[in-house]
């Protein structure tokens, strides 16, 4: 797909769009002439964010408050992207963690997790691909983590919902390029965004030349689409770091884990 900013026509989606690395695609996006539909939880701040927008870069913005965790806020979503003016990129950006172990958790936490992590990001893409694919034209970017290359989490399911959405975005990526359309994976490492401070995750332990800025990540995103990869992996560090996760044995690598926030010791049980 040709990311051209002076067509003026072009349109784009984005989940999660008022925080973080969907804020960021939006910033980016605006500046860059594009038309966009903003979906995300707070309708409030989707407000705040398209009128700033609008402003600013005089074209238009749509906002859908929606709850993607819930069937009724995915159908909301799904039904825009199947009417009204062609949306020819999808960022797949609304994801949760939680601070909890797996043994501390409950069946609903966890469910709300993959609902959003996993089940919004399957509907979405094919409410986004079929009409895309019908104009031989289109892409979609879903925001996966290098957490998903390997169990860094332990006692965490949510590198296990990133591992799902590389895979998925891989997997379908390949049957929707021969029809023009492509689907890429985001693979960021720490980044700096609210996402560990709405999660309830102290990180101040992590040290300052492993984080991310979400615009840098958003410009290398950009760029590998260009390029027509399907998996993006921003910063040199951690394309190092997800060469070692492949490639390591399993036993090393659940040796040198270290994120800690779903572990949970034997006297706490």
Not at 106 to 114: G, I, K, P, Q, V
């Amino acid at each position: 797909m040709t990311l051209d900013p002076t067509t003026a026509e072009r349109r784009a989606l984005i989940t999660g769009a008022t925080a973080g690395i969907g804020a960021a695609f939006t910033r980016r996006l605006a500046a860059d002439g594009w038309h966009l539909v903003l979906v995300a939880r707070d309708e409030a701040r989707l407000t705040e964010l398209a009128t700033e927008l609008g402003s600013a870069y005089g074209r238009e913005m749509e906002t859908i408050p929606a709850d993607l965790s819930t069937d009724d806020g995915c159908a909301t979503v799904e039904r825009r992207l199947a009417e009204g003016s062609p949306v020819h990129l999808l960022v797949n950006n609304a994801g949760i963690s939680l601070n909890k172990p797996f043994l501390r958790s409950t069946a609903e936490d966890e469910t709300r997790l993959l609902r959003l992590n996993v089940h919004a990001v399957m509907r979405l893409t094919l409410a986004a691909v079929r009409p895309m694919t019908e104009r031989r034209n289109g892409a979609v970017i879903n925001v996966s983590s290098v957490a998903g290359f390997g169990t860094v989490m332990p006692g965490s399911t949510y590198s296990a919902s990133k591992a799902w959405v590389t895979n998925f975005s891989e997997s379908v990526g390949q049957s929707t390029r021969p029809f023009g359309v492509q689907v890429m994976a985001l693979c960021p490492g720490y980044t700096r965004t609210e996402f560990h401070q709405r999660a309830g995750i102290n990180m101040s332990k992590t040290p300052e030349w492993l984080w991310l800025r979400a615009e840098d990540v958003v410009d290398e995103a950009l760029r590998d689409l260009r390029k027509g990869k399907m998996v993006s992996i921003p910063a040199w560090k951690y394309k190092v770091a997800v060469a070692g996760m492949r490639h390591a044995p399993r036993r090393l690598l659940q040796a040198v884990a270290r994120d800690t926030r779903g572990r949970i010791g034997r006297d706490e049980r």
